[in-house]
T-cell receptor, first 112, second 112 residues
Framework: DAGVIQSPRHEVTEMGQEVTLRCKPI?????LFWYRQTMMRGLELLIY????????DSGMPEDRFSAKMPNASFSTLKIQPSEPRDSAVYFC??????????FGSGTQLSVL | KQEVTQIPAALSVPEGENLVLNCSFTDSAIYNLQWFRQDPGKGLTSLLLIQSSQREQTSGRLNASLDKSSGRSTLYIAASQPGDSATYLC???????????FGSGTKLNVKP
């Protein structure tokens, strides 16, 4: 398996633009997590899905953030409109119960 | 709410030294605990997973122990090498929640 695949690796955009981050979990995994990492706040859980259903989105900063998982092999995290304070590394991770948590390589987002 | 603490935040040791990284958590009702490694600009890689019923796990030069009653885990690295330089994070998974609580990590520098 290729592991958790995220795209793009880097995204530079201007304030106010829409940003869409993509994630393909490991085949067979039924839980998917979106995290954000910054120097100041460390690793923060934004939202997670079980069997494609959002379970806990309490970490989503505000209504500008939304996440979807239309099927077991694809998820998106959207920011609209983006702001400079959204600049961070966004990670997607997947697992199945009892197993290790596998992370993607992350998307480095810079909002100018 | 589960809180995970890692001390020290940074550690510098000479090559060849054995070392211990610490992780403490506030709620002992955990399902499992994982240790991760993160290299600069990269995602997190799971090193060891300890189920709540286990006391330790070993992989090569790494040994992780778990003491649920005291809310502690340690990661022992034997004969450290410069290639071990990275940030090490621990994460606990509560009994009844499919989510992970991360510590802020220990940044390890192994000097040649």
């Amino acid at each position: 398996d290729a592991g958790v695949i995220q795209s793009p690796r880097h995204e530079v955009t201007e304030m106010g633009q829409e940003v869409t981050l993509r994630c393909k979990p490991i085949s067979g995994h039924n839980s998917l997590f979106w995290y954000r990492q910054t120097m100041m706040r460390g690793l923060e859980l934004l939202i997670y899905f079980n069997n494609n259903v959002p379970i806990d989105d309490s970490g989503m900063p505000e209504d500008r953030f939304s996440a979807k998982m239309p099927n077991a092999s694809f998820s998106t995290l959207k920011i609209q409109p983006s702001e400079p304070r959204d600049s961070a590394v966004y990670f997607c991770a997947s697992t199945i119960w009892d197993e290790k948590l596998f992370f993607g390589s992350g998307t480095q987002l810079s909002v100018l | 709410k589960q809180e995970v603490t890692q001390i020290p935040a940074a550690l510098s040791v000479p090559e060849g030294e054995n070392l211990v990284l610490n992780c403490s958590f506030t709620d002992s009702a955990i399902y499992n605990l994982q240790w991760f490694r993160q290299d600069p600009g990269k995602g997190l890689t799971s090193l060891l997973l300890i189920q709540s019923s286990q006391r330790e796990q070993t992989s090569g030069r790494l040994n992780a122990s778990l003491d649920k009653s005291s809310g502690r885990s340690t990661l022992y690295i034997a004969a450290s090498q410069p290639g071990d330089s990275a940030t090490y994070l621990c994460a606990v998974r509560p009994l009844n929640f499919n989510k992970f609580y991360f510590g802020s990590g220990t940044k390890l520098n192994v000097k040649p």
